[in-house]
């Protein structure tokens, strides 16, 4: 069982930046965060794999801006977002699959496992 707990959430104007962390307990293959807007379908954000030399994927609306990473020996992940804008808020989820594939890392039905969210809010 993998349990997973996110933080670092908050509300900023445009242009700044917030860090999203997420504790994790138990064995996964592959990491990521999604988010959900109000009355939207929660999409794939950033995706870090845990073999292949770490690689990692990222949806265009975010290339250059966030970047996802983890530190193995405290067992948390990040992303850090830079340039936010409005356009980013929504809630934040972290995610854990053990069987993964790079050709689905943004499909929410292939993670196992998720955090209860944090809240990210971007002001004009």
């Known amino acids: 069982q993998v349990q997973l707990l996110e933080s670092g959430g908050g509300s900023v104007e445009a242009g700044g930046s917030l860090r999203l962390s997420c504790v994790v307990s138990?064995?996964?293959?592959?990491m990521g965060w999604f988010r959900q807007a109000p009355g939207k379908e929660r999409e794939g954000v950033a995706t870090?794999?845990?073999?292949?030399?770490?690689?990692?994927f990222y949806a265009d609306s975010v290339k250059g801006r966030f970047t996802i990473s983890r530190d193995n020996a405290k067992n948390t992940m990040y992303m850090q977002m830079n340039d936010l804008k409005p356009a980013d808020t929504a809630m934040y989820y972290c995610?854990?699959?053990?069987?993964?594939?790079?050709?689905?890392?943004?499909?929410?039905?292939?993670?196992?496992?998720w955090g209860h969210g944090t809240q990210v809010a971007v002001s004009s």
């Open positions: 138990g064995h996964s293959t592959c």
């Open positions: 870090i794999f845990h073999t292949a030399g770490g690689v990692s």
């Open positions: 995610a854990a699959a053990i069987s993964c594939s790079t050709g689905y890392w943004n499909r929410a039905d292939r993670y196992k496992f």
